[in-house]
């Protein structure tokens, strides 16, 4: 079902590596169109246009966008112990990940009586988008929120599509899991529609614009991030799932296996990619792949995922080419199965997270592991970061000069504003060394 890619006896270039795997089947520029033409109707027509996205995308009519309290509290109640203990769990160590993420205020004195804060300020007011297409997903409720809250964020929206399953509500348990975080703002909303109400907000249903929008999604979700950014701040683009995997003849097929397909479940444009120095493993793997994917719930989505171009077992001649072919490729997620996991992840520059050796699937950062799961995907990793407390925050820097110490350098103000031709900027320094009189 997945193909093969024998890559020994060569040693290809970045561009190479990355013809080779095609990222998205989906072209970016074609999903950012759609995109921009749900967010223009979301600014022109307000609620009207997310009414009428919500019939077309979600089959779901007439139902409330604006969560009622009575909703969330509702879901909160109806949940089950088991849900609600595994539920806190996740929060209580997401928590401690993200409490982590928060960065010291410095103050520095750079000369007597001379001296800048850097202090690191929350945003204001965030949307946080969580999934609810083809799966839901109530652990992204923790991942977004956690971290808002813990950064400081005063203001907290949520957006969810709507679920013609449960009468055009969100999901319960995704009311559920923004009851216990004490989220009151939630809006039955879904795709890009949603990530624009968010960037220009929807005065029609009261929903103030916010200053950063995050959270995953699909290639509509995530090119609807690309085109509101600048607008807003964003996190990464955190579109279709990606696990990548280098492993060597130490690894076990089994679990190589079944780490790929749990992330080829998410979506038909999931990617499930692993590099190995080992005929026999990738042999292995593939027919362990065969024996297991069938068996899963969404069994045709597994298939489309792994069967596709964006998909393959490649073949190398050592793990220094595998881990060349992974830091050209900034997999979402990294695994690292082999006999040398502490040496090889020192040499690891992209990946949106890393999980080593045989204890550490994916999956359990997805949920429970007090990591994040909202991560970089289609090669974003080369450059951003997953999502965390730092996404809400800002350092910003506080100066403090006392008399004597701008004195010190007055004459080099005054010199580099002259040589700017912005000598008023001198004067600004100068006359606060000169008496009102003259
Ligand atoms: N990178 C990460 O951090 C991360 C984490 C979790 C999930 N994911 C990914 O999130 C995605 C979730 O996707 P999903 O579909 O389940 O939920 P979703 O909420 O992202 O997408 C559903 C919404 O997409 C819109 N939509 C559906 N078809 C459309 C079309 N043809 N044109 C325009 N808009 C359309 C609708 O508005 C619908 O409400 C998956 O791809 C999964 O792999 C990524
Ligand atoms: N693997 C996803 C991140 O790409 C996160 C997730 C949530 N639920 C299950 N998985
Ligand atoms: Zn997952």
């Known amino acids: 079902m997945i193909r093969t890619l024998d890559l020994r006896g060569s040693r290809p270039s970045r561009a190479e590596f990355l013809s080779l795997i095609p990222r998205n089947a989906i072209d970016v520029d074609v999903a950012s ?40 509290s509702e879901a909160l109640s109806e949940l089950s112990p088991e849900l609600r203990d595994s539920l ?11 409490a982590a993420q928060v960065p010291a205020s410095v103050e520095t004195t750079v000369a007597p009586g001379a001296r800048i804060l850097q202090r690191w300020q929350p945003v204001e007011r965030v949307g946080l988008y969580v999934p609810g297409g083809k799966a839901v997903y109530p652990s992204s409720v923790i991942m977004n929120v956690i971290p808002a809250q813990v950064a400081g964020v005063n203001s907290i929206a949520l957006a969810s599509p709507p679920q013609a399953a449960f009468g055009g509500r969100i999901h319960p348990t995704i009311l559920a899991a923004a009851g216990l975080l004490g ?52 996190d990464s683009e955190a579109g279709p799932t990606e696990i990548l995997v280098i492993a060597d003849s130490s690894a076990q097929p089994r679990l190589v296996a079944a780490d790929l397909i749990s992330q080829a479940e998410h979506d038909e444009l999931a990617s499930a990619v692993l590099v190995t120095d080992s005929e026999e493993l990738a042999t292995a793997v593939a027919a362990e792949i065969d024996l297991q994917a069938s068996g899963t719930a969404h069994a045709q989505r597994v298939h489309t995922s792994l069967g596709g171009v964006q998909s393959a077992l490649v073949l190398v001649d050592d793990l220094d ?30 990946a949106g997270a890393i999980f080593l050796g045989d204890f550490t699937p994916v999956s359990l950062g997805d949920y429970s592991a007090g990591s994040n799961h909202v991560l ?12 965390g407390a730092y996404t809400f925050l800002r350092p910003q820097q506080i100066i403090e000069y006392n008399k004597e110490a701008l004195n010190e350098v007055a004459q080099g103000i005054r010199v ?10 001198g004067d600004a320094v100068d006359i606060r060394f000169r008496s009102e009189d003259n």
Do not use: C, W
């Open 33 to 72: 169109e759609v995109a921009r033409d749900l967010i223009s109707a979301v600014i022109a027509e307000g609620s009207s246009a997310l009414r009428e996205q919500a019939d077309r995308l979600d089959k779901v009519t007439d139902h409330n966008i604006r969560v009622p309290a009575e909703h969330i």
């Open 88 to 98: 806190e769990t996740a929060i209580a160590r997401v928590r401690l990940g993200s």
């Open 183 to 234: 989220i009151a703002e939630v809006y039955a909303m879904g795709g890009a529609g949603a990530i624009g109400a968010f960037a220009y907000g929807v005065p029609d249903l009261g929903l103030e614009p916010v200053n950063v929008v995050t959270g995953p999604g699909n290639v509509y979700v995530a090119a609807a991030k690309r085109v509101v950014r600048g607008s807003v701040g964003i």
């Open 321 to 350: 080419v595998a881990v060349d072919f992974s830091n050209a490729y900034g997999p979402e997620h990294l695994e690292i199965h082999t006999s040398q996991n502490a040496e090889l992840v020192t040499k690891i520059t992209n």
């Open 376 to 387: 970089p995907t289609a090669g974003q990793a080369l450059f951003s970061s997953g999502l």
């Open 416 to 425: 580099l504003s002259n040589d700017e031709d912005l000598p008023a900027h």
